[in-house]
């Protein structure tokens, strides 16, 4: 039997109830119907902490985590952000940090965190205008293997928890 090794993992993290901050959830029911090959999808909304035993039986080879996040850019601005960078960003909606989550992963599998910066958060199942063009953007980067294209954040957030 020549079962497909699943290479990547998305997850789609964030509250699809509160606009923008839904992002990442809304990106992953786009792919559901019809992953870029090689891809699962996992719909991990406010719970990401709840798919690491799925994590850790399959073992893929890359992690792609994608959800909203505070940094302090113009709203619908895209970044990759390194593991260790996550302890400081504001994730609205999930309250471990992805850094902690994923640390024990981060020797095994590459890990690319894409986050971004929402225009409102308020109670809505729509995205802001920004945001849904950078969904769009980002579903054609997925398909097109091409994420190194997104600018890593240079800089610490302004809105950071610390």
Do not use: Y
Not at 20 to 25: E, K, L, N, Q, S
Not at 27 to 37: D, F, G, R, S
Not at 39 to 58: F, G, Q, S, W, Y
Not at 84 to 111: N, Q, Y
């Amino acid at each position: 039997m020549n079962a497909k090794k699943t290479t990547s993992v998305l997850w789609g993290v964030g509250n699809p109830l509160r606009g923008d901050d839904g992002f990442g959830v809304h990106v992953a029911e786009a792919l559901l119907e019809a992953p870029p090959q090689g891809m699962k999808i996992r719909l991990c909304e406010t719970t990401p902490e709840n798919h690491l035993a799925h994590l850790r039986r399959t073992r893929p080879s890359r992690l792609v985590v994608v959800d909203a996040a505070l940094m302090g850019l113009a709203p619908g601005a895209m970044r990759r952000l390194p593991l260790a960078s996550c302890k400081g960003i504001s994730w609205s909606s999930h309250g471990v940090p992805l850094s902690t989550l994923l640390e024990e992963f981060s020797r095994e599998m590459d890990l690319v965190i894409i986050a971004v910066e929402p225009a409102f958060r308020e109670h809505s199942l729509e995205l802001s205008p920004e945001v849904a063009e950078a969904k769009t953007v980002l579903l054609a980067l997925l398909e097109g293997g091409e994420l190194e294209s997104i600018p890593l954040l240079e800089k610490t957030s302004r809105n950071a928890i610390p």
